[in-house]
């Protein structure tokens, strides 16, 4: 689908011509465009996004959050002397005032955001340090946080991270097996089915008042923090679509799921997949240092394990959405939600072996 980008980016408090307008970025759920305006002879970057509507029915409160969340970073980072329009994410807002425009012509939703300048999501650690950097972001991406009131927030997507309710949307995906897909992949399947013991650990210990609810970002993927591009220095968290109550567990496992695979979240050749446990360090070190002494000791017994919790949850999802015909994560060949979900379970192998060894390195730091 062409969009008349010229007169989307119209509808936004941007003056000047649209110059190009290409696919960006490496996102599974919007579409992310890199637009460049041309004003009186200056060039400017905006990251312009195409909001997944079949996944957000309501983009106006998603949009609030947003708007709310990226308002008290902004401020905070104002405070502490630092530039907001680097250093956060920042909408940039309709000729109307809201924080994004509804086409009745394409009958879809736009956003506009600040281009972060000379900064990069990288898809995997290139230079050493970078991981580290990524748990500071997301460690001091929390603590400005830390006094935000979340009963402001809207929960966008509920159950996000409710891996008992996942499983359960799994057992449904296999029991409709749209396209007899499920004949083919018995040995994933029954990976997920014998693990069914992880998925109610951690929503019980919320349900019981042990595990602190807190604003967690609960995509917590390496790409999703722009890191500066000389100095490798954590610049801004970004994609904040998935802001809720959740528990840092979630984040920090979320991070190890992504950023600890020794390849690529798709990779076909499963001999190249393992689990870093280096990495796994780097990122204990980064998290709890900027994360500071805010942390309970139910939250640190359950930070290895989350890394487990989230792999296996996003594998199954991948898989879920393998059977389900491919209707959820955008795929770019056959078979891609399934390489993505053997990748995870290859990480839930490595790190089941591991999880001793990984509960040591929290405990160190
Ligand atoms: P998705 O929800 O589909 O993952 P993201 O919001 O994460 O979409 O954006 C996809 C990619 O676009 C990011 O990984 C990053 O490379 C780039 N990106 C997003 N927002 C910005 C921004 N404000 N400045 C620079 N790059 C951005
Ligand atoms: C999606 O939006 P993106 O690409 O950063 C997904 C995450 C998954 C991730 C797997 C809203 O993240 O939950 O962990 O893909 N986001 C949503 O790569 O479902
Ligand atoms: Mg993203």
């Known amino acids: 689908m062409k969009y008349d980008f010229q007169k989307v980016i119209g509808n936004f408090k941007i003056t000047g011509r649209v110059v190009s307008c290409e696919r960006y970025g490496e996102g599974h759920i919007n579409e992310t465009y890199l637009a460049v305006v041309e004003n009186e002879g200056v060039q400017t970057k905006y990251i312009l996004q195409k909001i997944n509507k079949n996944l957000f029915k309501e983009v106006d409160k998603l949009m609030n959050n947003i708007r709310l969340v990226t308002e008290h970073t902004r401020k905070k980072i104002a405070e502490r002397g630092g530039d907001p329009d680097r250093e956060s994410l920042s909408v940039v807002y309709a000729r109307d005032g809201k924080p994004y425009y509804y086409s009745e012509e394409y009958d879809e939703y736009f956003r506009v955001y600040i281009f972060i300048t000379d900064a990069i999501a990288h898809q995997k650690e290139e230079r050493a340090g970078q991981f580290y950097q990524s748990a500071v972001a997301f460690g001091e991406f929390a603590n400005m946080l830390a006094d935000f009131d979340a009963s402001q927030l809207y929960e966008v997507l509920p159950d996000f991270h409710n891996t008992a309710k996942r499983f359960n949307d799994f057992k449904a ?19 997920v089915l014998e693990r069914e013991k992880y998925c109610k650990s951690l929503v019980n210990l919320i349900k019981t008042g042990q595990m ?26 970004i994609d904040l679509d998935t802001v809720m109550p959740g528990t840092i567990c979630y984040d920090f496992g979320d991070s190890i799921r992504f950023g600890c695979n020794t390849a690529a979240e798709d990779e076909k050749d499963l001999s190249k997949v393992n689990f870093n446990i ?7 070190k980064g998290y709890l240092s900027s994360l500071g ?5 139910v939250e640190k017994d359950n930070l290895a394990f989350g890394a487990i919790l989230m792999t296996y949850e996003c594998g199954m999802r991948f898989l879920a959405d393998y059977l389900d015909g491919d209707i959820y994560f955008r795929t770019h060949r056959e078979g891609h939600n399934l390489d993505r979900a053997r990748t995870q379970f290859k990480l839930v192998s490595d790190m089941e072996k591991c999880l001793d060894k990984m509960k040591g390195i929290v405990n160190k730091y």
């Open 173 to 191: 995906s296999l029991a409709a097996d749209k396209l007899g897909r499920a004949a083919g992949v018995q040995e994933e399947i029954n990976f």
């Open 212 to 237: 602190p609810l807190k604003v967690t970002h609960n995509d917590t993927k390496l790409n999703n923090v722009m890191l500066d591009e000389k100095t490798d220095k954590p610049v801004a968290v």
């Open 278 to 284: 280096n990495l796994f360090e780097e990122y204990t």
């Open 293 to 297: 002494e805010s942390i309970t000791q």
